[in-house]
């Protein structure tokens, strides 16, 4: 196997991985939508107790949506930066041929050098 059709065989796999996160994030959305719905018909502030019960449950919810966005940003992150260092050990490779990826992506126009990564 060249090394052209390796990187071409890990950019696949990296396109069904992210093909596989929108239909969890799809599904997702489908889900939130549910539970909308459900909270906006059953829970009335006469289904807590207290002021204080009634901040303390949504408040509870949204830290478990921040905390799954957070999850979803962290692995795009970390595609992201495999990403990153795959095409710059493409482009690394010596001469104009961009280890194989030359036209590729368009003739090569995308610097994914060192001042386009996360300090």
């Keep these: 196997m060249s090394r052209e059709h ?3 065989n890990i950019l696949d796999a990296m396109a069904k991985i992210q093909w596989n996160v929108a239909m969890m994030l799809e599904a997702k959305a489908v889900e939130a939508e549910k539970v909308r ?3 906006l018909n059953h829970v009335h502030a006469q289904s807590f107790e207290d002021h204080e019960s009634q ?8 830290d478990e949506i921040v ?7 962290k692995m795009s992150n970390g595609l992201c930066s495999n990403l990153r260092s795959l095409l710059s050990s493409g482009e690394g490779g010596g001469g104009d041929d961009s280890g194989g990826f ?3 992506f368009g003739g090569g126009g995308m610097g994914f050098g060192d001042g386009d990564k996360e300090k």
């Design 6 to 8: 390796a990187y071409l």
């Design 37 to 39: 719905n459900w909270s």
């Design 55 to 62: 901040l303390a449950k949504p408040i509870g919810v949204h």
């Design 67 to 73: 905390e799954i966005i957070e999850g979803l940003t």
């Design 102 to 104: 030359g036209d590729l």
